[in-house]
């Protein structure tokens, strides 16, 4: 095992977490968060629902743990982006890299459903109690990149608030789309309008 990576154990767990929470999220787009069950989820996904409870308390959870995953891989990738590099260009890469593969063209029914599985109360209310850890392990990625304390200074939690508005901002317009846009290019342009300063519009 290489120094730092993770092992096959670990990496074994990540795969099981990953594929129950994706399970989670198709089924309820598909049939909504209220009509599916533990065992639906762990039937998709392979395993038991004793295994399922060893990774998730909640369906809420096995949902959201896809955009913790994606903030604090941004995270790691940030920690990694060449020394050189402007704070929001290395911002911006850090936060488009979880999206790697993501289709140009999304499907209008697939973003209807998830329109519908985030309006769901348990859902809102487990990705706000989520929200701190996403925010304080990128918020330490931007102190570690600027010479900032992430307990002490403003700096770096600002940094942080704000990318993580874009990144919301980015997929409510997303999700809102007619005709449908690429989810990456709405990231990219709200990340490029933070590092401009947000200047007026009607200005230009």
């Known amino acids: 095992m290489t120094k730092g990576q993770p092992g096959l154990r670990e990496r074994k767990k990540a795969a099981t977490r990953e594929a129950l929470s994706w399970a989670a999220l ?7 968060l209220e009509n599916v069950r533990v065992e639906d989820i762990a ?24 955009h913790r995953e994606r903030i604090l891989r941004s995270a790691e990738v940030l920690r990694q982006r060449p020394a050189g590099e402007p704070l929001w260009e290395a911002l911006t890469r850090a936060l488009l890299a979880p999206y790697d593969g993501m289709p140009e063209q999304p499907d209008p029914q697939w973003t209807a459903g998830i329109r519908l ?3 769901e109360p348990a859902l809102q209310a487990e990705l706000m109690r989520d929200g701190a850890r996403t925010a304080a392990g990128l918020a330490a990625a931007v102190a570690a ?58 200005h230009q």
């Open 43 to 66: 039937a998709a996904a392979g395993v038991s629902p004793r295994t399922y409870n060893n990774y998730f308390s909640s369906k809420a959870e096995a949902i959201v743990h896809r």
């Open 26 to 32: 198709r089924l309820a787009v598909e049939r909504g």
């Open 145 to 202: 990149r600027t010479g900032t304390d992430p307990h002490r200074d403003l700096y770096p939690k600002l940094v942080t608030a704000a990318a993580l508005a874009a990144v919301k901002a980015a997929n409510d317009q997303y999700l809102a789309a007619d005709p449908p846009v690429p989810f990456q290019s709405l990231l990219a342009e709200a990340l490029r309008q933070l590092a401009a300063g947000l200047p007026d519009p009607s």
């Open 117 to 119: 599985v985030l309006r």
